[in-house]
C-alpha cells in the first residue's frame, strides 16, 4: 500500500478518488508496445459523480467496469488492426493494448445504483450519491 502525501491547498472535490498504479497490467504488453490509458475526466453534481472516459476505436465488448470493495474498475482493449501492407506507413504513434484504472470510491457512492452508456467513444459512468451525502437546505427561524 502506498502512503499519499496530504495536500491542503488541493481544492480538487474528487480526492477522494485515487488513482492506483496499474504498472502491473502494463507488464503484460508486448515488448516495444506503448501502454496507455484513457484520459478520465471525474465531475461532481449535486445527485452524483460523473465520470467520462475518451476510448477511441474502442469496442464495447472489450470494456469492462466494475465496482467492487469500494473501488471503481474500468479494463479494456484497444486493438491494432493487422495491416496487410504495412509500407504505407510513416509512423505510428497512437497507443494500443490494455488498459486499466482503478479509482477509489467514497462511502457516499450507491454502488448498486451505477449506470453506464457509451456513445461516440466516449465511456460516461454515472455514480449515484446516497441521501444522506445530497446537500439540502435548512431554514432557521430567528426568535424575537
Known amino acids: 500500500m502506498s502512503i499519499a502525501r496530504y495536500n491542503p491547498f488541493d481544492f480538487t472535490p474528487f480526492h477522494a478518488f485515487r488513482l492506483y498504479d496499474d504498472t502491473a497490467a502494463r507488464s503484460a504488453e508486448p515488448e516495444g ?3 496507455w490509458a ?5 465531475l461532481e453534481t449535486e445527485e452524483s459523480l460523473v465520470l467520462k472516459a475518451d476510448l477511441p ?3 464495447l465488448e472489450n470494456i469492462d467496469i466494475r465496482v467492487e470493495d469500494g473501488n471503481l474498475t474500468l479494463r479494456g482493449e484497444r486493438k491494432l488492426e493487422k495491416v496487410e501492407n504495412e509500407k504505407g506507413y510513416h509512423r505510428i504513434e497512437r497507443s494500443y493494448g490494455s488498459f486499466s484504472r482503478t479509482f477509489t470510491l467514497p ?3 450507491h454502488p448498486e445504483n451505477v449506470k453506464a452508456s457509451f456513445k461516440d467513444g466516449v465511456l460516461t459512468i454515472v ?3 446516497k441521501e444522506m451525502a445530497k446537500p439540502r437546505q435548512i431554514k432557521v427561524e430567528v426568535s424575537n
Open 107 to 109: 462511502d457516499t457512492i
Open 38 to 42: 484513457p484520459a478520465v475526466d471525474i
Open 57 to 59: 476505436e474502442v469496442k
Open 33 to 35: 508496445a506503448r501502454p
Open 127 to 129: 455514480l449515484p450519491k
